[in-house]
Structures are given as C-alpha cells and as structure tokens.
C-alpha cells in the first residue's frame, strides 16, 4: 500500500510541475510581449514630447536642437 501511495504521489508532484512550468512559461512569454508593446510606445511618447518641446519661429533659444526649423540664432528661432 505504501509503495503505491509513494508512486502515486510522484505522479501528482510531476503532473502538478509540469503544470506550473507550462503556466510559467506562459506568463514570461507575455510580459516580454507587454515588455516590448510598452518600450516602443513609451520611444514614440518621448519622441513626441522632444518634437512638442521644440521652439517656433521668434521664440528663444540657445541652440539649434531647440528649434523646429533646426536653425537658433541671435537667441531666436528661425
């Protein structure tokens, strides 16, 4: 009676392993997907916000990475 006790305990402990690897896998193999959806629109958020911070023409700045038109001069956009 032991040994099969014993057997089928071995049994349920594989099967119930298995199961957690399946899950496991599953739950990695979504949050690299969520991971991944996130960063590109998280890139695309902060490109837009670099673009929307740019100065318009007349408006001051220091460099040419300020301006819209990519052009600073005399402290003023052109």
Do not use: H, P
Not at 4 to 27: D, K
Not at 39 to 64: H, M, R, T
């Amino acid at each position: 009676m032991k040994g099969q006790l014993s057997a089928e305990m071995l049994v349920l402990i594989a099967v119930i392993l298995a199961i957690v690897a399946i899950v496991s896998y599953q739950l990695i193999s979504t949050a690299q997907k969520g991971s991944e959806k996130i960063e590109s629109q998280a890139d695309s958020i902060f490109d837009s916000a670099k673009e929307l911070s740019k100065a318009k023409e007349g408006q001051y700045c220091v460099s040419d990475e300020q301006c819209l038109s990519g052009m600073c001069f005399d402290n003023k956009c052109r």
